[in-house]
Every structure is written in C-alpha cells, then in structure tokens.
C-alpha cells in the first residue's frame, strides 16, 4: 500500500511530460519512465527510468520543467545534454527488482 506522503505524480501534473518522454525515447527507445516524484521542498522531479534490469534516477527542477514548453530549442537542447549524460554513464543505472 502506497504510504499518504508518497511523492509519486502522474504524468499530468509533471510539466512537459511528453518532451522528456519524447526525447528518452529518441535516446534509446527501449528506456520507459518508471515512475517521477515531486519534492514539494525542493521543488524537483525525480524519474525513475527503467532499462531491462536497471534503473537510472534524474532530477529536474520544476521551473526547468515548466520553461521547455515556453523557451523551446534552447531548453530542449538543454535537456537532451542533461539526457544524454545521465542515461549514458553506466554509473548512473543500477540493478533494479520491480
């Protein structure tokens, strides 16, 4: 049973959802968003992005999230980079059991 302070979202509440989701897969299509939280404190969004057997944590910031639908190129090319760092260091997935 999830726990009443679980931070889990749906999709919907996470602000461009589809981009990041969109650009994931245009990384390596066989990646799928596990789940995102929100740290209401910090104001950040952390995905769970499962590959096979391993999982892979990321965190953006809400008003990041929030500028990609408004500042367009930029802000995608900024996310592919921050994308791309994270989903291709090895150090960044680890054994997962779901």
Do not use: H
């Not at 096979?52 to 999230?65: A, H, Q, Y």
Request: hydrophobic share 40%; glycine share 2%.
């Amino acid at each position: 049973m999830e726990d009443s302070d679980d931070p889990v979202v749906e999709e919907k509440d996470v602000p461009s959802f589809n981009i990041i989701e969109e650009k994931i897969k245009a990384i390596d299509n066989t990646i799928i968003i596990y789940r995102v939280y929100y740290f209401f404190s910090s104001r950040i969004f952390r995905f769970q992005l499962i590959k096979k057997d391993k999982m892979c944590m990321i965190e953006f910031p809400r008003n990041f999230l929030e500028s990609l639908s408004k500042d367009g190129t930029t802000s995608e090319q900024q996310l592919l980079r921050i994308l791309d760092l994270n989903i291709e260091n090895a150090e960044c997935w680890n054994d997962f059991e779901g």
